[in-house]
């Protein structure tokens, strides 16, 4: 996981890339290889994918569904 810090700036850190994720699953939920094809156009490598859902399901801001498909949580309604 890219942290940012001195040597890496926010922009290119895993946080920054939480939204870009965040705001697709916000409008349909999406099994995890059609998400990938969408944000990997985006500087995302299968590692950094895969370290971002890592993050975002330990947050609580994803969960999967029956079935394997991601939906985004609203942390509103916790």
Same mark, same amino acid.
């Given at each position: 996981m890219r942290l940012?810090?001195? *040597?890496?700036?926010?922009?290119?850190?895993?946080?920054a890339k939480f939204p870009v994720v965040l705001s697709l699953l916000k409008d349909r939920d999406m099994y995890p290889q059609e998400l990938y094809?969408? *944000?990997k156009g985006k500087n =995302?490598?299968?590692?950094? =994918?895969?370290?971002v859902m890592d993050c +975002? =399901?330990? +947050?609580?801001? *994803?969960e999967m569904l029956k079935g394997g498909?991601?939906?985004? *949580?609203?942390?509103?309604? +916790?």
């Open positions: 940012p810090s001195r *040597v890496t700036p926010y922009r290119d850190s895993t946080f094809r969408q *944000v =995302f490598g299968v590692a950094e =994918f895969i370290e +975002l =399901f330990l +947050l609580g801001r *994803v498909v991601l939906r985004y *949580v609203d942390g509103s309604q +916790l």
